[in-house]
């Protein structure tokens, strides 16, 4: 058994919980992570074909954490090294070879080149479903960038081609945006679409309501929502 690192021990001995171990702590309870997995294991890297891939189960659980907290690719690789809890909660030890921003990024375009994100949410609803974890009568819509490298200095000399930039407040930024619809008494997501970060939010709100709602709560991104044709 390894030696444990000066970050771990303290980390051990620590005297409570933080908001985000409690989050990751839910989290881990909550998602059915082998029924996700044996979704994405088909298309998933093979041991023996070129470079040892990180097991499964690491990318994802990285993955998530990304979309919990909103992180680019170069953050969330910093946080990997930064933030113990988020280590744990990912399977990796500070001694480990953590994966790095072009891992993370490269698990990311194999679920879109395979459709896998919206199968993967499909997969949690019915869990939740299975477990009681039902909707009610009200979500709340929003939507949040995610944001990428604008730098062109890659292999191909140019910037990803599903990211676009945008103005929010006094600020120009590059990435994608995540709409999401959120029940309004459980507090979970039920609908994801993402998009470029130059689409307004208002165009996505139908893909975000289950059709059962008696109210729906947003920010003023979705003002006029109701004048729109497929909502009339």
Same mark, same amino acid.
């Given at each position: ?24 702590? @839910? +989290?881990?309870? !909550? ?12 298309? %998933? ?7 040892? &891939? %990180?097991?499964?189960?690491? +990318? ?7 979309? =919990? %907290? ?15 809890? #988020?280590?744990? =909660? ?7 070879? !953590?994966?790095?921003?072009?891992? *993370?990024?490269? =698990? ?26 039902? !909707? ?8 949040? *960038? ?6 062109? @200095?890659?292999?191909?000399? @140019? ?8 103005? @929010?407040?006094?600020?120009?930024? =590059?990435? #994608?945006?995540?709409? *999401? ?40 991104? %979705? ?5 729109? &044709?497929?909502?009339?």
């Amino acid at each position: 058994m390894s030696q444990l690192t000066f970050a771990e021990a303290e980390f051990s001995n620590k005297k409570r919980q933080t908001r985000r171990e409690k989050f990751l702590s @839910k +989290m881990d309870a !909550l998602i059915p992570w082998k029924k996700l997995e044996n979704r994405i294991r088909p298309v %998933y890297p093979k041991i023996g074909n070129g470079r040892r &891939p %990180y097991p499964l189960s690491v +990318m994802l659980r990285i993955h998530c954490m990304q979309l =919990f %907290y909103n992180l680019s690719d170069p953050a969330m690789e910093d946080a990997l090294y930064e933030i113990e809890s #988020m280590r744990r =909660f990912a399977g990796l030890r500070l001694s480990d070879s !953590l994966p790095d921003e072009t891992t *993370i990024l490269k =698990f990311r375009h194999l679920l879109e080149k395979h459709s896998l994100g919206k199968k993967l949410f499909r997969e949690i609803e019915k869990h939740l479903a299975e477990h009681g974890l039902t !909707l009610r009568e009200g979500t709340i819509v929003d939507a949040t *960038i995610i944001a990428a490298p604008s730098s062109t @200095k890659n292999r191909e000399g @140019k910037r990803d081609p599903e990211m676009h930039q945008t103005k @929010k407040g006094n600020e120009w930024q =590059f990435g #994608m945006k995540m709409h *999401i619809g959120v029940d309004d008494g459980l507090g979970l997501i039920h609908s994801i679409e993402t998009t470029g970060a130059n689409e307004h939010d208002i165009t996505q709100t139908e893909k975000l309501l289950h059709g059962d709602e008696t109210r729906v709560w947003g920010d003023a991104g %979705y003002l006029g929502v109701e004048k729109r &044709p497929e909502h009339k």
